[in-house]
């Protein structure tokens, strides 16, 4: 896979748990890779900002990082959703998955679905997310 060639602008974190979404965004804000960091609470939500922002640069997601174990969507469902997004918006956003599980079953379906990029363990660390952008991403 070539690397993308920009640094990442804006990442969107979609969790349900609030401690979560304020350690996750507090860890990406000290990796200083993204200009901007958006949370979301569920994945309907996430995915209403997604779908009325398609064309919309200001706000486009260069990286979400989604946790699978949500009540009412989770992250599985919300990638059923994803997936049918334009192939140009997907081209350039990517998806890592956030979770705490050891289930081989949910480990199987993050393989199996090409627009998730991969698959990070719950507590979030700093390196691993860097990692993972920099695998992405060409950073500056």
């Known amino acids: 896979m070539p690397l993308k060639a920009h640094t990442p602008n804006l990442l969107i974190i979609v969790d349900d748990s609030s401690f979560d979404l304020r350690i996750n965004s507090g860890i990406a804000s000290h990796t200083k890779l993204f200009k901007q960091i958006l949370c979301f609470p569920s994945a309907e939500e996430a995915l209403d900002f997604l779908s009325e922002n398609l064309d919309n640069r200001e706000v486009f997601p260069h990286l979400i990082l989604l946790d699978i174990q949500m009540p009412s969507m989770n992250g599985f ?29 949910d480990i199987t379906k993050v393989d199996v679905d090409k627009n998730i990029k991969r698959l990070l363990k719950k507590p979030l660390q700093i390196e691993e997310l860097k990692g993972a952008a920099q695998e992405l991403y060409t950073i500056d």
């Open 77 to 105: 469902d919300f990638m059923k959703r994803y997936n049918k997004f334009p192939d140009s918006f997907m081209e350039q956003s990517d998806v890592i998955m956030l979770s705490s599980t050891d289930d081989l079953v």
